[in-house]
């Protein structure tokens, strides 16, 4: 078992308090390598670092960051089984999804490399002659990154390729699940050639290391994803220094299947989306609204199709799905599962703990699905887990009507071969994702992501909108006419 360290000014070092904690695999329970307890004193310690590496790292070309990003995308690919099943370790999902994880970061790491021969501003003409408008991008300064455990590959990846694309220096503090992959990706990093104190990165827990992070005034930019209620303590205690807080937040996203629908395709597809990574996506798929014309033959098939899933260790190929992330989340799920019973909602398939030897040292639930009325908890409360609420609609207005009746605003999709029908969904459904044809899940990285809502503030983070919340813009005004020119008034 290894004993990892903080990674501050390009050293590993230990912490001030010298506290540890285990990262543990939730299939298992064997320990997987021991972290230190961050203190408020080292994250202190990695702004100076951060702070110090700034002016040159704003300085250094950005097509060069760009070189060393790509680098970090090479190594990561060579190390892809390696870093893969790591993720399946620590987190708990198959292989296959442990692989796209880290698959995801590459893509994200080598699409975000192309950013340093980019980072457009625009230039514009002037209302007055021999003058010449144009907007730049700068970096903030020290920025911090915030991540949670689900991808912990990915969303990383997705925040620190854009901070330091742009030119800013982070401290990075991960999921205290998941610190083992976060170490993995400092590592990989570091073997890039990353210069001293551009990236710090320091464990433990939100409430220390994170509000930490989010208070330091010399912390100039926080980019969160998480929770809803860990997004609106972090927007409140940002707000206090006025730093720009970007906020992915959680999703209750519906999948419509339409009377017209081809069910196999639609039934594959939310199999692949309620139960991906036990559900633990924040664009899972959490209610299956069925038109009423098809709802008995579809749920026929989701059911068939539900109860043939192979649940065990994600290491095995043979898995459909592994275990929940840990012992928090299995009693957060179970809990759900019992209000889904107590509000009325018929379970129809799975809803317990799974139990024998080849369970007890594990978090496992089986996939569990519920015919609910919309209004209820199960329908409107981010569950984060394998569970399911079937709603029947009446048509097309009620479907919709439906998705959009929740407080977040991420995923949705539709399953329809009535071209109008998809296009009217496509501008009716409140959320920043929309798939057609396909399930909730599936972002590729060179389009932006992110939601509308609960579900964040605003911001989109991959694509082209994945360096606005770490640049700022600064507008220029070059006067070459050799004389006080004055808009507005020389008209
Ligand atoms: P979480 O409990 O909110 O934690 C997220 C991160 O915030 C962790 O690193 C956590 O540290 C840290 N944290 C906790 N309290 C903090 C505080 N007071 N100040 C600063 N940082 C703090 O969320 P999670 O359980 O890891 O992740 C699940 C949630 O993330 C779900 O709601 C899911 O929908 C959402 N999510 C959203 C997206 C998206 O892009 N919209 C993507 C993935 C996940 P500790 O681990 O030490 O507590």
Redesign the pocket.
């Known amino acids: 078992m290894k004993k990892y360290d903080l990674y501050i000014n390009g050293d590993w070092i230990e912490s001030t308090a010298g506290e540890k904690f285990e990262t543990k695999n939730p299939a298992t329970g064997e320990t997987l390598a021991t972290f230190p307890k961050g203190t408020k004193k080292d994250v202190v310690k990695a702004i100076d670092a951060a702070e110090r590496a700034f002016p040159q790292w704003k300085k250094y070309p950005a097509p060069k960051r760009g070189d060393i990003l790509l680098k970090a995308a090479s190594i990561a690919r060579k190390k892809k089984e390696e870093f893969g099943e790591i993720v399946t370790k620590e987190m708990g999902k198959i292989l296959a999804e442990g692989r796209g994880d880290v698959q995801e970061a590459i893509d994200f790491l080598e699409y975000i490399s192309g950013e340093g021969r980019r980072l457009f501003g625009e230039t514009t003409p002037s209302e007055l002659s021999n003058k010449f408008c144009m907007t730049i991008r700068q970096p903030i300064g020290v920025v911090g990154c ?6 912990p590959a990915a ?1 990383p990846c997705w925040k620190l390729g854009a901070a330091l694309i742009s030119g800013n220096s982070v401290v990075f ?5 998941t610190p083992l992959c976060a170490a993995k990706l400092v590592e990989i990093f570091e073997e890039a050639g990353l210069p001293p104190g551009v990236l710090n990165f320091i464990t ?4 220390v ?3 930490e ?2 208070e330091n005034h010399r912390v100039k930019a926080v980019s ?8 609106v ?2 927007y409140g ?1 940002a707000s206090k220094s006025l730093k720009p807080v970007h906020l ?4 209750k996203n519906p999948q419509i299947i339409m009377d017209d629908a081809n069910i196999d395709l639609a039934i594959e597809g939310v199999l692949f989306g309620a139960f991906g990574s036990a559900g ?4 899972a798929t959490s209610r299956l609204v069925i038109h009423k014309d098809v709802y008995d033959k579809a749920t026929k098939k989701l059911l068939e199709r539900t109860k043939a899933l192979r649940i065990g260790d994600p290491l095995d190929p043979e898995v459909d799905m592994g275990p929940v992330a840990s012992v928090d ?1 299995e009693k957060k799920i179970l809990e759900y599962i019992e209000i889904g019973k107590k509000e009325g909602a018929k379970l129809l398939c799975g809803g317990k703990k799974l139990n024998g030897k080849r369970y007890d040292k594990g978090f496992f639930i089986e996939p569990t699905i519920f015919e609910a009325e919309h209004g209820m908890r199960i329908t409107k409360e ?1 569950i ?1 887990g394998p569970v399911l609420a079937v709603i029947k609609t009446s048509g097309y207005a009620d479907s919709v009507r439906i998705a959009n009746d929740v407080e977040y605003g ?1 995923s949705s999709s539709i399953y329809t071969k009535d071209v109008s029908t998809a296009f009217r969904a496509i501008q009716d459904l409140e959320v920043g994702i929309t798939y057609v044809n396909a399930p909730t899940i599936g972002a590729e990285v060179h389009l932006p ?3 509308i809502k609960n ?2 503030n605003g911001g989109r ?1 991959a694509g082209t909108t994945a360096i606005d919340e770490f640049t700022e813009m600064k507008t220029v005004f070059i006067d070459y006419s050799g004389r006080l020119q004055k808009v507005q008034i020389e008209k």
């Open positions: 915030i991540t949670p455990w689900n991808f969303i503090k991960p999921a205290t699940l433990g827990s939100g409430s290391v994170g509000r992070i989010v969160f994803t998480g929770g809803v209620p860990t997004g303590d972090i205690k992915e937040l959680g999703g633990q996506r924040c664009t989340q981010e984060f991420l992501f992110g939601g579900t964040g983070e």
